[in-house]
Nanobody, 120 residues
């Protein structure tokens, strides 16, 4: 059993910055790729950024150059540092990972989400 808890969301003005964190707890089987997704009403949840256990990162084009994903495996935490925020970044942000005892039992784990609102 894995639980993911996000924090750090809030209200910020365009051009501002926010830092999100997500901490995993429970039964873990290793250090899997972790990711940040976001979702707004009427849209599908979209991948924002991901990071492998080795630190390799990937970003969506919409956030590239503005967001930075990082992780601390010892703390079981993944971070998302966001700068130059735009109104288009407004969404509920979710952290995500996949975990399982065996290949056949791998499943998705999601945090509860944290609201990021970018508004003047």
């Amino acid at each position: 059993q894995v639980q993911l808890v996000e924090s750090g969301g809030g209200l910020v003005r365009p051009g501002g910055s926010l830092s999100l964190s997500c901490t995993a707890s429970g039964t873990l089987f290793g250090f899997a790729t972790m990711a940040w997704y976001r979702q707004t009403p009427g849209k599908q949840r979209e991948l924002v950024a991901k990071i492998t256990s080795g630190g390799s990162t990937d970003y969506s084009d919409s956030v590239k150059g503005r967001f930075t994903i990082s992780r601390d495996n010892a703390k079981r935490t993944v971070y998302l540092d966001m700068v130059s925020l735009k109104t288009e970044d407004t969404a509920v942000y979710y952290c995500h990972t996949k975990m399982g005892r065996t290949l056949e039992t791998v499943r998705d784990f999601w945090g509860q989400g944290t609201q990021v609102t970018v508004s003047s």
